[in-house]
């Protein structure tokens, strides 16, 4: 099963390669790995999607926790929680296609963040099913770049009813 | 006032209460070696190699319980430890490694003798640090030996770039140190803790496993008190051995491949096995689907990611071994009178069976020395009271079952690195660490040679470590596998060429002795031990000799190999090349 891993660590050099080596060390899979710095300048979040059987996900928990510099390790598979992804994607449609790609990218919400002679850039945040759904769309439209952020997820605070 | 980097990082091993380390000097860290020329107290040890400067201070670690130091320059000098390392790393032993590094302007850039030493040990330390700032330098070694001796030991190195150790600063220690990361659990889950009492107080036939981990915690005492008062038998791990005596009635030695059969068939049919300080290492478990089937498995270990790593477990406590046996056994002592001698005495007639049925043995011999025979008259001789070192392979396995370990901390070897050429440097640490101590590495005729050159180490230094070659001729472990599966194809495993070992002791200084029959084992053993001074003793042992029982790699730990299913028409042995 695919788990959504949220890592803070300390921000230190050489930290990345002990969670990346972690992975490569011990084979497990990692389908992306998102780093940024959080409201504390020392501390970083990671977000790592990966996947395994309960038993693998309880050893990458336990492993990740074990690192040194990993200060809270939260499966946020377990929580309700959100997660976003964005995707800036360079499409070169025909020119009788051109409206159907600017319609698209309006159902899904998204953004033309720049243009050219025969190419948009859009950009697409959202969920993994939204955003898998709208690459199966756009396929068909000549894609020419294409760059995914990867998940970052956080918890949701549940409204508790009394 | 202010030190340089070098002073300075004295000055912490000082703090440490540091007095002896194991180096080699190089370029970059000749600034430490020349403030160390003149220090009273703190000792170096000159090895003759990185890797068994790393060896010793694991040894001196094992042996003493304090974290033990090394000290080599940067490029080739810190990648001649990493085995060292790694071997620490598997065995959760303290050592701390201070490698020299180019200075910091220059890294990066493949300057002379540069080598990324932090990223090339990242995965086989507990911790590793890389000193950008002289001012950093006293903070990051107190982390250190703080990362290194705490919760699950293990090694930690430091990279000290020569402008660093060059550079001035305060002198300030820290005397407290908190890593807000870095939070070991000690005390078990009290609820956790209930259940397993209740668990062994309701188990028809318990077994306790004892892990090199009972030793790391000091808590042989515990297991001692609960095997006792609950009357539960003990196998042990290769790295347990010596957590619990040997010699007591309860038991039932090492488990594993090359485990006792009574231990073997003890786990395999018991109802619960109480796992302290173990990691269930494929040695000990064979196959794992075929693993104590019958048995509920508590488990208890100071490392969250050794419970169900490898089997499953049904009570997981997560803690320091000692603290955690001493509430089980408050608890069980608290449920008042229960008859255990009654309860368990069907389970323990069962073993006595096992035992008799099976027990560890080898053909007696007028006329060639067996290797086993040798440990027997070792552990006879000095009635178990020494420190014992092994290399790896036969003579390790056979020590683990020959010699009779009463005492934690008397058998140091390489357990899940298996690392060959250990022994030597280990028991080099060893006396160091206890210089009225007895010290004798059983080791092979392959493996002394991975680091002989420590002979000079141990001259000069006027140790009266022992060595004891059982001398094989062969790589035995590897001819043994092959006889076994490989249909006697010896490849590359035969040492035709060896050298004349009471030769190479005396070249060096130390004394040479050799025997060839049955009857110059015990007094050249005798002789031995009354020379104070550094002995190699080249026992020329049956070549043809087997580690009996052996479960196959891959079987279940009751499909074991015996000794008497050898008696085939013996078969000639050619050395395929
Ligand atoms: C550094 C290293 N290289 C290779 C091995 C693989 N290996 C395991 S046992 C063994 C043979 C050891 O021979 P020897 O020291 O003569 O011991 P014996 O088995 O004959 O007692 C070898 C090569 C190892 N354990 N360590
Ligand atoms: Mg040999």
Redesign the pocket.
């Known amino acids: 099963m695919r788990h959504t891993i949220s890592v803070l660590v300390e921000n230190k050099f050489g930290v990345l390669s002990r969670i990346s080596g972690l992975f490569s060390g011990r084979g497990y899979n990692i389908e992306s790995l998102t780093v940024g710095e959080t409201i504390d300048p020392q501390i970083s979040i990671m977000t790592i999607v990966t996947t395994g059987d309960d038993q693998i996900i309880e050893q990458i928990t336990k492993q990740l926790n074990k690192l040194i510099d990993v200060i809270k390790v939260t499966d946020m598979t377990e929580l309700d929680h959100v997660e976003r992804e964005m995707v800036l994607v360079k499409v070169a449609p025909k020119q009788e296609d051109k409206a159907e790609v600017l319609r698209l990218a309006e159902i899904f919400r998204g953004r033309v963040v720049d243009s050219g002679l025969t190419t948009y850039t859009l950009e697409i945040t959202g969920d993994e099913k939204k955003i898998e759904a709208f690459i199966e769309l756009i396929k068909p439209y000549s894609i020419k770049e294409f760059a995914r952020t990867g998940k970052v997820a956080i918890s949701r605070e549940g409204v508790k009813k009394k | 006032m202010k030190l340089s980097g070098a002073e300075i990082f004295i000055e912490c091993l000082k703090k440490e209460k540091v007095n002896t380390i194991f180096g080699y000097p190089g370029g970059v860290v000749l600034n430490i070696f020349d403030v160390l020329y003149d220090d009273k107290d703190l000792k170096l040890i000159l090895t003759r190699h990185e890797q068994g400067a790393v060896h010793a201070a694991d040894g001196y670690a094992r042996a003493s319980g304090k974290p033990g130091v090394a000290l080599v320059t940067s490029g080739p000098g810190a990648t001649n430890t990493v085995?060292g390392i790694a071997n620490a790393s598997m065995d959760s032993i303290p050592v701390i490694v201070f490698s020299g590094q180019v200075p910091t302007l220059l890294i990066g850039n493949d300057a002379f003798q540069e080598a990324d030493i932090v990223g090339i040990t990242r995965p086989c330390t507990k911790y590793n640090f890389l000193v950008k700032d002289v001012n950093d330098l006293s903070r990051i070694v107190r982390e250190a030996f703080y990362i290194a001796t705490t919760g699950r030991p293990g090694p930690v190195l430091i990279d000290l770039p020569k402008d660093v150790t060059s550079g001035k600063a305060d002198f300030l220690w820290p005397e407290k140190i908190r890593i807000r990361s870095y939070n070991p659990i000690y005390e078990g889950n009290r609820w956790m803790i209930t259940q397993a009492a209740n668990e062994i107080s309701k188990a028809k036939k318990p077994i306790i496993l004892s892990g090199g981990g009972v030793i790391l915690s000091g808590g042989h005492k515990e297991v001692k008190e609960l095997a006792e008062y609950a009357q539960v038998p003990v196998t042990m791990t290769l790295m347990g051995l010596g957590g619990f005596p040997g010699t007591h009635a309860l038991s039932l030695g090492m488990l594993g491949m090359h485990g006792t059969y009574y231990a073997n068939m003890a786990i395999q049919n018991s109802d619960l096995i109480v796992a302290i300080g173990a990691r269930f290492d494929d040695r000990v478990t064979g196959k794992v689907d075929a693993f104590a089937p019958h048995a509920k498995i508590i488990h208890i270990d100071i490392d969250p990611t050794s419970i169900r790593k490898n089997v499953r477990v049904d009570i997981p406590i997560v803690g320091d071994v000692k603290l955690v046996l001493r509430d089980i056994i408050k608890i069980l002592k608290e449920k008042g009178k229960i008859q255990w001698v009654e309860i368990r005495k069907a389970w323990l007639k069962k073993i006595d069976e096992w035992k008799k049925e099976r027990p560890l043995t080898y053909q007696k011999d007028d006329i060639v020395i067996r290797?086993q025979f040798v440990i027997e008259k070792i552990y006879e001789i000095t009635k178990g009271d020494a420190i014992i070192t092994t290399?790896?392979?036969?003579?390790?396995m056979w020590t683990a079952q020959f010699f009779k370990f009463d005492k934690p901390r008397t058998l140091l070897t390489s357990g899940g690195l298996?690392?060959?050429?250990y022994g030597f440097p280990a028991a080099i640490g060893a006396q160091l660490a206890f210089p009225d101590k007895l010290v004798i590495d059983i080791?092979?005729?392959?493996?002394?040679q991975?680091n002989i050159q420590e002979l000079a180490t141990a001259v000069i230094h006027k140790l009266p470590v022992k060595v004891a070659i059982?001398n094989?001729q062969?790589?035995?472990?590897?001819?043994q596998w092959q006889e076994l599966f490989f249909r006697e194809r010896y490849s590359y495993s035969h040492?035709d060429v060896a050298p004349d070992f009471v030769k190479v002791a005396e070249a060096y200084g130390a004394v040479g002795f050799r025997a060839t029959k049955p009857s110059e084992v015990e007094p050249i053993i005798k002789d031995a031990i009354k020379i104070k001074k550094t002995v190699f003793m080249d026992f020329r042992v049956n070549w043809k000799e087997k580690v009996y029982p052996m479960v196959p790699a891959g079987g279940a730990i009751d499909q074991m190999l015996y000794e008497e299913e050898e008696n085939k028409p013996e078969k000639k042995l050619r050395a395929v090349k």
């Open positions: 085995t290797p290399e790896v392979g036969q003579n390790q298996g690392t060959m050429g080791a092979g005729d392959g493996s002394i991975m059982l094989n062969y790589l035995g472990m590897v001819r040492l």
